[in-house]
C-alpha cells in the first residue's frame, strides 16, 4: 500500500496523468485448482511458492481499494481498475468509479460483461488483445445490444510484456474506428511497448484514450516492469499527448493571427 500511494502520487501530481488504473483478481475463481498450485513459471519474479500464492500476495482487497480511490480523489486523479472475474466486478462496482475496465484475457466472460451492463453506470473499458475478428464484433454487438455501446471504450491492444515494435500493429487503431467509430464511444491504445513514440503516432491515427503501465523502477521483481514506464517516461507522455492532440487540427483561417505578422514581413510577390 506504501508503494501504491507513492505511485499514486507521483502519476497525478509529477507526471500529470488523468487516470490511475489498477487490478482486481479473485484468484480462487479465475484460476483452476492446477494453474493455483503449480509453481510460478518464473521463479525469480514470484512472491509466493506457487503462482496462486504470488497473486493472492499481491492482491489488494476491496478495503484497500477504498483506501486506493480516496487517495486518487485526495491527490485529484480519477480512480480505475481492471475486473478480471465476475466476484471482482461486483466488488468493485460497489466503489462507484467513473470507469472500469476489462483486460483482454476476460473480454469474452459475457457473464460479468453483462453484470457491468445491468448494474455499472459508469464507462466500460475493454482491450482487444489476443482476439479474433469475430470475437471483436461479438463484443461489441453484446454491449451494443445491452445498450451501453456509447459507455463503451475498445482499445487496440497487443498482448505482450513487452511488445516489439513490429507486432504493435497501430494500423488495428483505424480498422476499430472504421468498423465500431459510430457504435462505441471511443478507440483507445494500450500499450506494453517501450518508450513512448508509438502512442503519439497511435494518437495521429485517432485513439483518444491511452493506456501505459506504470512503475517506480523497472528493475523491480515482476514480469510487468520491463514494460513499463518510470515516472520521467510517464511525465513525458502525458505532456507530448496533450501538446499534440492540440496540434491535430485544420488552420481555422487560411491565414493565422500568427502568421500575419510574418507575412507581412517576409512574404514576397503577393499578387491582390
Given amino acids: 500500500m506504501e508503494i501504491a500511494h507513492e505511485l499514486i502520487k507521483m502519476a497525478s501530481v509529477f507526471c500529470q496523468v488523468d487516470v490511475i488504473k489498477f487490478q482486481k483478481r479473485t484468484n480462487r475463481e479465475l484460476l483452476s485448482p492446477q494453474e493455483y498450485d503449480r509453481p510460478h513459471p518464473n521463479p525469480h519474479n514470484s512472491y509466493g511458492e506457487t503462482y496462486g500464492q504470488h497473486r493472492e500476495f499481491l492482491e489488494f482487497n476491496v478495503d484497500q481499494h477504498r483506501q486506493l480511490k480516496e487517495w486518487c480523489e485526495q491527490f485529484e486523479v480519477e480512480y480505475s481498475t481492471s475486473v478480471w472475474d465476475l466476484t471482482a466486478a461486483k466488488e468493485m462496482v460497489q466503489l462507484s468509479p467513473h470507469l472500469l475496465k476489462v483486460p483482454s484475457a476476460c473480454n469474452v466472460d ?89 502512442d503519439i503516432a497511435a494518437l495521429a491515427l485517432g ?34 499527448l496533450k501538446s499534440v492532440a492540440k496540434g491535430l487540427t485544420y488552420k481555422s483561417e ?12 517576409l512574404k514576397r510577390k503577393v499578387n491582390g
Fill in 110 to 198: 459475457f457473464e460479468m460483461a453483462g453484470f457491468l451492463c445491468d448494474s455499472f453506470s459508469g464507462e466500460i473499458h475493454v482491450s482487444m488483445g489476443m482476439s479474433t475478428r469475430k470475437e471483436e464484433s461479438k463484443i461489441v454487438e453484446f454491449y451494443d445490444k445491452k445498450g451501453r455501446g456509447k459507455d463503451l471504450v475498445i482499445y487496440a491492444c497487443t498482448s505482450g510484456y513487452p511488445v516489439p515494435f513490429e507486432d504493435l500493429g497501430l494500423y488495428e487503431i483505424k480498422r476499430l474506428i472504421e468498423e465500431y467509430g459510430t457504435t462505441v464511444k471511443a478507440v483507445g491504445f494500450s500499450g506494453h511497448h517501450l518508450g513512448i513514440a508509438a
Fill in 207 to 240: 485513439a483518444t484514450v491511452f493506456e501505459r503501465h506504470f512503475t517506480l523502477d523497472r528493475t523491480w521483481r515482476g514480469t510487468d516492469h520491463a514494460a513499463s514506464l518510470e515516472p520521467d517516461g510517464m511525465r513525458r507522455l502525458a505532456r507530448n
Fill in 254 to 265: 487560411e491565414i493565422l493571427p500568427i502568421e500575419k505578422v510574418q507575412r507581412e514581413k
